[in-house]
């Protein structure tokens, strides 16, 4: 869903000036907007870093590692951090 809401705020939202666009009969704003970005570039540094880990034969700690580091992403966001 994530990257559904980003294209359609880019192409009909940003693209054509407008504050909120319409995606599968839900508004999408600004924040929305936002927010799907952030998950969708979390989903990637873990992605990434799971990748970096299986490079080096340690798929476990990875999961570990990203679960932490998802953990305290959450928190910082939750605080204004």
């Not at 990257?3 to 929305?32: C, H, L, N, Q, R």
Request: aromatic share 4%; hydrophobic share 40%.
């Amino acid at each position: 869903m994530g990257t559904g809401v980003v294209k359609i705020f880019e192409e009909e939202g940003i693209a054509k000036g407008a504050a909120a666009v319409s995606y599968k009969g839900k508004m999408v704003d600004t924040p929305v907007y936002e927010n799907a970005r952030q998950i969708l570039a979390t989903m990637k540094e873990i992605s990434d870093m799971e990748a970096l880990s299986e490079e080096v034969g340690s798929p476990g700690a990875s999961r570990k590692r990203a679960g932490a580091w998802l953990r305290d992403r959450a928190c910082q966001g939750r605080h204004g951090a």
